[in-house]
């Protein structure tokens, strides 16, 4: 079990920036591998990024590749998702999640989410 609390969310205009973090809790927390998603009204939930529990693999969505960065620091507890250039199209709650094992892309393998945090890009 591990619980997860995004925090970083917030209105920026396009071609702004912003830093989501993600704190968890629990013993096994540097076992998992983490992953952003985000789903916008009407839409269904998105996989934006993805880190292995080291670190060493990451994996990002055709649509955020070049302008977001996915990281981890296990000694802290807390993965986090830059993001630059924001465009409106990325406006969506974004959710944090984690599974054991390898990392992933499909929304069912993760076994543990975060409540989300809202990020708007205005035009």
């Known amino acids: 079990q591990v619980q997860l609390v995004e925090a970083g969310g917030g209105l920026v205009q396009a071609g702004g920036s912003l830093r989501l973090s993600c704190a968890a809790s629990?013993?096994?927390?540097?076992?998992?591998?983490m992953a952003w998603f985000r789903q916008a009204p009407g839409k269904e939930r998105e996989f934006v990024a993805a880190?292995?529990?080291?670190?060493?693999?990451?994996n990002y969505a055709d649509s955020v590749k070049g302008r977001f960065t996915i990281s981890r620091d296990n000694a802290k507890n807390t993965v986090y998702l830059q993001m630059n250039n924001l465009k409106p199209e990325d406006t969506a709650v974004y959710y944090c999640?984690?599974?054991?094992?390898?990392?992933?892309?499909?929304?069912?393998?993760?076994?543990?989410w975060g409540q989300g945090t809202q990020v708007t890009v205005s035009a």
């Open positions: 999640a984690a599974k054991r094992g390898v990392y992933s892309n499909v929304v069912a393998a993760f076994t543990s």
């Open positions: 629990g013993r096994t927390f540097s076992n998992y591998a």
């Open positions: 880190i292995s529990w080291s670190g060493s693999s990451t």
